[in-house]
């Protein structure tokens, strides 16, 4: 009955969509990364896009403006790593916060000595446990033109990785994957990213785990061939886990 209720409220909210199929493809095609998809990719893409724009809140600080060229944008692209799972992967939070450029957020470190220190940066993204996504417009505007960088990408990525707690690099796995490969391939090449530069690859994944997942996530969805170069059995696992390949197998 569950089921029967949430499909028919989903195919509801598809039908009285304020976005054609026509208008999410004009705004696909300013997302360079989205031309692998096929027509039946895309057409999941753009149900998946207006289920997510149905279930969270978009908003603007300092004055910036929403508008259903930044909705879609954000949209397409925060669900393109769960293009094949599903909506409940972004479950138990509903707000993103967006930003017209880089804004100052207030940080906590406590160091070896257990002293803390109050302080504040400027940052492009962030993803909060059980809260919401912030970006700002300025970088996440490019995000998607094939560069290898993409902060939408990044900031969702850690929200899957929030799934089973703080970010760590270690989200929820798939059913038919091997916790304990991931937990080795993931740990040896950070280890070995910590001290050699690999072409293509933010130096900011060299921070912690849970940077390093959220870089090469990035990576594998807009430089896949970079990722295959630096560290070929990510790419394999994170196949596995996103359940894409991005860069299709030459025939």
């Not at 094949?84 to 138990?92: I, P």
């Not at 906590?108 to 302080?119: A, K, M, P, S, W």
Request: charged share 25%; hydrophobic share 40%; proline share 5%.
């Amino acid at each position: 009955m569950f089921s029967m209720i949430k499909d028919w409220r989903e195919q509801r909210i598809l039908d009285n969509s304020e976005f054609t199929h026509a208008d999410w493809l004009q705004a696909a095609k300013r997302i360079v990364i989205l031309e692998r998809l096929n027509e039946d990719e895309l057409t999941r893409l753009f149900e998946l896009a207006t289920l997510f724009l149905a279930d969270k809140s978009i908003t603007g600080a300092q004055g910036f403006e929403i508008t259903d060229a930044v909705k879609q944008s954000i949209a397409l692209q925060a669900c393109l790593p769960i293009l094949n799972l599903s909506l409940e992967w972004y479950a138990g939070w509903s707000a993103i916060i967006i930003y017209p450029g880089s804004y100052k957020s207030e940080t906590t470190t406590v160091d070896e000595l257990g002293i803390v220190h109050e302080g504040s940066q400027h940052r492009s993204g962030e993803a909060w446990l059980r809260g919401p996504v912030i970006l700002s417009w300025k970088d996440a505007k490019h995000s998607g033109e094939r560069d290898g960088h993409n902060v939408v990408i990044h900031e969702f990525v850690h929200k899957l990785d929030m799934l089973n707690g703080r970010a760590n690099g270690f989200p929820p796995l798939q059913a038919d994957m091997d916790p304990a490969r991931w937990t080795e391939i993931m740990s040896r090449d950070f280890e070995d990213f910590q001290s050699h530069h690999k072409s293509g690859l933010d130096r900011y994944g060299a921070t912690n785990p849970a940077e390093f997942f959220a870089v090469l996530s990035e990576v594998f969805f807009e430089t896949p061939q970079k990722l295959i170069d630096a560290y070929p059995d990510i790419y394999e696992i994170m196949v596995k886990f996103f359940r894409q390949t991005p860069l299709k197998p030459r025939p």
